[in-house]
């Protein structure tokens, strides 16, 4: 098990791009969620997974953006027409389930938008 | 609802010195509290957690927190500061039991060990 991976590490897109990032939780864990943090601040929830259902999303979750979790395993987050209000770090992390477990987070992936 | 308020966005330590990092936290429902650190780039990584039973909790790194219900905080603590502390401090909330799903944080606190 080698926790929580995240694919890119780093991403920049000129502004009307899409981009595309990846997440492999780990593998026993069957919730994932999506966070969102920028610069200074605390991580926003985004949206979360339990196997293949996206149960949550949160209203920060414009029109553009989409998360999938086709197999319960590993999770997409796309963002369509990139805006530069989009820059921020992208975290993913998994949980057991319900109950007093922490997350485990990936090292996120950091956009910027030029 | 929840919400979580982390009093401070910097604090300076010299190194030996306590770190007292404050958390207040408000919650509709018997809270799941947490405290996470993240070191530049990285992500976040669990340093302790208070679910029910003891209220005195202990982590990794020699912090540790104390959820007081009247107060609605949860503090954290260090005794002695370490180089190595120097990173940011994030406190969160996740409502108990079948309310529990996503996790709330709070905005961090920046921590600086002077040596």
């Known amino acids: 098990d080698t926790g929580v991976s995240q694919d890119p590490r780093h991403k920049i897109t000129k502004r009307g791009q899409n981009v595309t990032f990846r997440c492999d939780p780990i593998s026993e864990h069957n919730r994932l969620y999506w966070y969102r943090q920028t610069l200074g601040q605390g991580p926003e929830f985004l949206t979360y997974f339990q196997n293949e259902a996206q149960l949550e999303k949160s209203r920060l979750l414009s029109d553009r953006f989409s998360a999938e979790r086709p197999k319960g395993s590993f999770s997409t987050l796309e963002i369509q027409r990139t805006e530069q209000g989009d820059s921020a770090m992208y975290l993913c992390a998994s949980s057991p389930g319900q109950g007093d477990y922490g997350y485990t987070f990936g090292s996120g992936t950091r956009l910027t938008v030029v | 609802a929840q919400s979580v308020t982390q009093l401070g966005s910097h604090v300076s330590v010299s190194e030996g010195a306590l770190v007292l990092l404050r958390c207040n936290y408000s919650?509709?429902?018997?809270?799941?509290l947490f405290w996470y650190v993240q070191y530049p780039n990285q992500g976040l990584q669990l340093l302790l957690k208070y679910t029910t039973g003891a209220t005195l909790v202990k982590g990794i790194n020699g912090f540790e927190a104390e959820f007081k219900k009247s107060e609605t905080s949860f503090h954290l603590t260090k005794p002695s500061a370490h180089m190595s502390d120097a990173a940011e401090y994030f406190c969160a909330v996740r409502g108990g039991g079948a309310a529990g799903n996503k996790l709330t944080f709070g905005g961090g606190t920046r921590v600086l060990v002077k040596p």
């Open positions: 919650s509709s429902v018997p809270p799941y």
